[in-house]
């Protein structure tokens, strides 16, 4: 098993609202998971869409799509 290495981050109150919604609905088991799935998510779509052509890999990952609570 990997390492895990403590952190703190700082995020939306909206972001964190649906966190622990989803926390309560059992769709993570805590907040730690839920960030490292969505990390996770992400990498994993930035290597899609780099394997596919769709980003320029020198550019950072930026969603234009708003998060919907």
């Given at each position: 098993?990997k390492?895990?290495?403590?952190?703190?981050?700082?995020?939306?109150?909206?972001l964190?609202?649906?966190?622990?919604e989803?926390?309560?609905e059992?769709?993570?088991?805590?907040?730690?998971h839920a960030?490292?799935?969505s990390?996770?998510?992400?990498?994993?779509?930035?290597?899609?869409?780099?394997?596919?052509?769709?980003?320029?890999?020198?550019?950072p990952?930026?969603s234009?799509?708003?998060?919907?609570?």
């Open positions: 098993m390492k895990k290495v403590r952190t703190t981050i700082a995020i939306d109150k909206e964190m609202d649906w966190i622990l989803k926390i309560t059992k769709r993570f088991a805590s907040v730690s960030m490292e799935y990390v996770k998510r992400v990498i994993d779509r930035e290597r899609e869409d780099i394997h596919f052509g769709v980003i320029d890999k020198e550019k990952f930026v234009s799509k708003k998060c919907n609570t």
